[in-house]
């Protein structure tokens, strides 16, 4: 634990300073009101990135200087998130960096990792027995669309306070737990480091959020996130790669259903934004009965009560990831339970029929 708390203390002071510093200066404010994702109704810095890669590149030398056997691997991981990192950053900062340069900056990192840490994709598991992919034409774009994907699902979630926050860290301490079943302390260290690091920049963000995560932030969480599942399961056979899969599944399942409702039912470029992503169909469908006024004050607690739908939703899948991390037909099960819950649950929304469960009723006021 002493890597997260490492990453957690120096996250958070580091994100109070980027808050003051930013209003003060103001190069990476968001003032964008009126943008469909949009639900923020001050100015915001949106470079709480910048704090979390800080922290995680202080513990990781910290972590090298206790344990000098992880000095290459450390290294080279933190040398290829740069380049995930540097994309989302220079954008929160400029805004004239494309989705699709942040996409191929995080694809060359996941590049880099390929060769550096040895993360490829080398096999598929099955019910009883693994698939081997030994073809470099094979693993190499497998790999590098898989980790990239992943790191662009991360920065897609990132839609209200504490959402993306609250469902990478407990992706990341899921990591963490099975890396310590299979004795994989670089990734154990690893994946608490950023966890730490995304804790300490969630007190400031959750509930009123005084800082985003913006594109930096994002990528670079979820480039880390996506290299270090791939580190844990290729390195250790024991664990299943659906356990991998099943863990990231709401980020990645969101990714695909989006460019499909983009792509074939709307007729749209699948980059183009909008805003009827499951979190914002839940914002506007689900949380308005609990908070049926619209000043600014009531529009940051519906922002603020939209996220807790999301991590519970998460949880379905984190959970049974983590306890079922070495049987591929349970992992494999539940992730078909989950895609089906899913598309279920976004039907109902979108027909105005939202589950009862989570329809909470209009407080007085």
């Known amino acids: 634990m002493f890597s997260f708390l490492v990453s957690f203390v120096a996250s958070a002071l580091l994100t109070l300073w980027v808050i003051k510093e930013v ?7 968001d003032t964008d ?17 910048l704090s979390i890669f800080l922290a995680v590149a202080l513990s ?12 290459s691997w450390m290294l080279s991981l933190m040398a290829c998130s740069l380049f995930a990192f540097a994309g989302g950053i220079v954008e929160d900062y400029t805004g004239k960096v494309s989705a699709t340069r942040r996409l191929l900056l995080t694809m060359f990192a996941a590049l880099l990792g390929y060769f550096l840490l040895d ?3 080398d096999r598929i598991d099955w019910l009883t027995s693994a698939w081997p992919l030994p073809y470099l034409w094979l693993t190499l774009p497998l790999t590098v669309l898989a980790v990239a994907g992943i790191a662009n699902a991360i920065n897609i979630i990132d839609g209200f306070n504490g959402l993306a926050s609250v469902v990478t860290i407990c992706m990341l301490l899921s990591l963490g737990y099975v890396a310590l079943q299979v004795n994989d302390m670089f990734v154990l260290v690893a994946a608490l480091m950023v966890a730490g690091a995304t804790a300490g920049f969630l007190i400031w963000n959750y509930p009123v959020g005084l800082i985003f995560l913006g594109d930096g932030g994002a990528y670079f969480i979820g480039f880390m996130l996506g290299e270090l599942a791939l580190l844990l399961v290729m390195r250790n056979p024991q664990v299943s790669t659906w356990y991998a899969v099943l863990l990231l599944i709401y980020p990645a399942f969101e990714t695909l259903f989006s460019v499909y409702r983009r792509l074939f039912i709307r007729g749209k470029s699948p980059a183009m934004p909008d805003g009827i992503h499951l979190h914002s169909l839940i914002f506007r469908r689900v949380v308005q009965w609990a908070v049926g006024r619209k000043d600014a004050r009531a529009l940051v607690r519906r922002n603020s009560l939209t996220s ?36 279920w649950l976004y039907v109902r929304i979108v027909r105005f029929k939202a589950p009862r469960w989570m329809i909470r009723h209009k407080k007085s006021h």
Do not use: D, E, N
């Open 33 to 49: 009101f009126l943008g469909v994702q949009k639900v923020h109704v001050h100015h915001v810095a949106r470079i709480g990135g």
């Open 60 to 71: 990781a030398c910290i972590s090298v200087w206790r344990v000098p056997a992880m000095t």
């Open 119 to 121: 993360a490829r994709i």
């Open 23 to 29: 209003r003060l200066h103001g190069p990476a404010l």
């Open 308 to 343: 807790p739908y999301l991590w519970m939703f998460s949880l379905m899948a984190v959970i049974p990831a983590t306890v079922f991390w070495r049987y591929t037909w349970v992992l494999i099960l539940f992730c078909l339970l989950f895609i089906a819950s899913y598309v």
